[in-house]
Structure formats: structure tokens, C-alpha cells
């Protein structure tokens, strides 16, 4: 089981890592802003520097994630746990904060916060 948990929280990881591509270094790309619902190159333009703080927060949240999960790897259960515990926590509570700006908003929201679930429950039972 604690081998499924530990790939279902890097998939978590990973998909963040994506979310930072996304909102931190191409944000301005037509493909990217239609993604997220911007109207045009002028929001976009204007929103930006909104989604690259946004996009950092994401790759904090996947490096923690990771240096958890290292830790716990390297026999350091309780920091390692209380890292990807957090991180998973976090991005779970970013998907339901995310829920509540408007219906729209619940695919992306189960993107976001179905794996970092599954992870911690997957994480509980191991």
C-alpha cells in the first residue's frame, strides 16, 4: 500500500509542478489562458502577475511533497509524514477554497484535489 500512496502523492506533486508551467512561465500563451477561463490576451496580460505568484505557490507545495516523501523514504517517518500530510492538505483545501469561487470551477477543482485525497487517505492506511 505505502508504495501506491507514495506514487499517488508524486503523480500530486507532479500535476503542481504542471499548475506552475501553466500559470508562472506560460501564462500568456493563448492555450494556457483559455484553459483557465481567461476572456483574452488582455486579461491574460493583466492577470499575470496574479498567476505567476499563484503557479509559485503550486511548486512550493510540490517540492514539499517531494522532500517529504524523501525523508520518509530515508526512514524519517514523522517528518516525512507531517510534510506530505501538509502538502496534500494544502492542495486538498486549495481545490474546495477553489469549489466555492463559482460552479465553473468544479472539474478543475477535482483535478486538483482528487490525488492529493487519495494520497492521504492511501498515506493513513499504510
Known amino acids: 500500500m505505502i508504495v501506491l500512496a507514495t506514487v499517488v502523492v508524486t503523480l500530486a506533486a507532479a500535476l503542481h509542478v504542471g499548475i506552475f508551467f501553466m500559470e ?3 501564462w500568456v500563451r493563448p492555450a494556457v489562458w ?6 483574452d490576451q ?15 505557490y503550486n511548486l512550493f507545495l510540490a517540492i514539499g ?9 530515508v526512514g ?3 517528518a516525512g509524514l ?4 501538509f ?5 486538498l483545501a486549495a481545490s474546495v477554497v477553489l469549489v466555492t469561487t463559482g460552479r465553473g470551477y468544479l472539474r478543475p477543482a477535482l483535478i486538483q484535489g482528487i490525488l492529493p ?4 487517505v492511501l498515506m493513513l492506511f499504510s
Do not use: C, D, E
Not at 42 to 56: D, L, W
Not at 87 to 91: I, K, Y
Open 65 to 73: 511533497a517531494i522532500i517529504g516523501l524523501i525523508l520518509f523514504g
Open 117 to 120: 485525497l487519495i494520497g492521504i
Open 82 to 85: 507531517a510534510l506530505i500530510y
Open 87 to 91: 502538502t496534500m492538505g494544502s492542495m
Open 24 to 26: 508562472s512561465v506560460g
Open 76 to 78: 524519517a517517518h514523522p
Open 42 to 56: 488582455a486579461a491574460a496580460n493583466t492577470t499575470r502577475p496574479m498567476a505567476y505568484n499563484q503557479g509559485f
Open 34 to 39: 483559455k484553459r483557465f477561463g481567461v476572456a
